[in-house]
């Protein structure tokens, strides 16, 4: 069995460097920057120079790509190259309405997709440690299981678009602590307490937790190097508010979450970690957070 990989950016790369490693599998991969795919080739992948290669040759096809028109040409350029029984397993942050309607598409090609959004940001894609949620046929999903649990742990969520839909979830209610994190320590900055004693004093109560104690730590020092970048969450919560119009309801405290991350966008953050949100409250309360290690 021959696995494809598309797309071996931030994410992609060391999630590809798991499937070598772990999977048993010949594993192609490709990537439109060269120095990626000489990374993948030095870790044992087998890189390819067209995307084209991955379907025809792969019985398993993964990709993790930046757009909706990329990730849609993408299937169905699968579709059109590839060969019946195939799994296209998209791992990108897509709309769940446009999964489904690809969805149709693959199967009647004889084909199966499922929707497998991941979370954990860089550090669990190199550790191999991401949460995967994964929507379509479950027959399909059984097949890949041991595949996908080489990158991370894998949950079948149900129907095709539920993986996403899900992934939307996490995203709308980690953007809303991301924000409430940078306003809670802009106010402390302004209050003129110490923001590390309040870190200490407040991790192990009811707001501590694994996003608190990644996050806090880099607003402290300033450290806005991405792990994840306020353009690929801000991608998720236009998503959310999309699917959430087609389904007629509003989504209030997202729509805030939006504001926030529009304003990184406009004033040239997006590509900065979610630590730099706080650069919105620093700008509207007048307060410098944290300090740079020297």
């Not at 792969?58 to 059109?80: F, G, N, W, Y």
């Not at 991790?203 to 991405?226: M, S, T």
């Not at 304003?263 to 650069?279: I, S, T």
Request: aromatic share 6%; with cysteine; hydrophobic share 40%.
């Amino acid at each position: 069995m021959k696995i494809g990989f598309l797309g071996l950016g931030v994410m992609g790369l060391p999630m590809a460097k798991n499937l070598v490693k772990k999977s048993g599998c010949e594993v192609l991969g490709f990537d439109v920057a060269q120095n990626r795919l000489d990374e993948f080739a030095a870790a044992g992948g087998t890189p390819v120079k067209e995307q084209t290669d991955i379907y025809k040759q792969c019985d398993i096809i993964m990709q993790i790509l930046p757009t909706h028109a990329i990730i849609r040409k993408s299937v169905e350029d699968a579709v059109r190259y590839g060969k019946r029984g195939n799994i296209i397993i998209d791992l990108s942050s897509t709309a769940p309405d446009i999964i489904q309607d690809l969805y149709k598409t693959v199967k009647e090609a004889g084909m199966y997709l499922l929707d497998s959004p991941i979370s954990g940001g860089n550090p669990m894609a190199e550790a191999g440690t991401l949460s995967i949620m994964t929507g379509g046929d479950p027959q399909a999903f059984e097949k890949v299981k041991p595949v996908l649990e080489c990158m991370g742990t894998p949950v079948y969520t149900g129907g095709s678009g539920s993986g996403d839909t899900t992934k939307l979830i996490n995203n709308m209610v980690g953007g809303a602590i991301l924000v409430a994190i940078a306003e809670g320590y802009a106010f402390a900055a302004k209050a003129g307490i110490d923001l590390q004693t309040t870190f200490e004093a407040t991790r192990h109560g009811f707001a501590g937790g694994p996003l608190y104690d990644n996050k806090v730590p880099k607003v402290l020092k300033r450290d806005y190097e991405p792990g994840a970048r306020i353009a690929v969450h801000r991608k998720d919560i236009l998503n959310a508010i999309h699917y959430a119009h087609k389904m007629d309801v509003d989504l209030p405290l997202t729509d805030v979450v939006l504001r926030i991350m529009d304003w990184a966008n406009d004033n040239g953050y997006v590509n900065e970690d979610q630590a730099a949100l706080v650069r919105y409250y620093e700008d509207k309360m007048q307060v410098t957070v944290g300090q740079e290690e020297k």
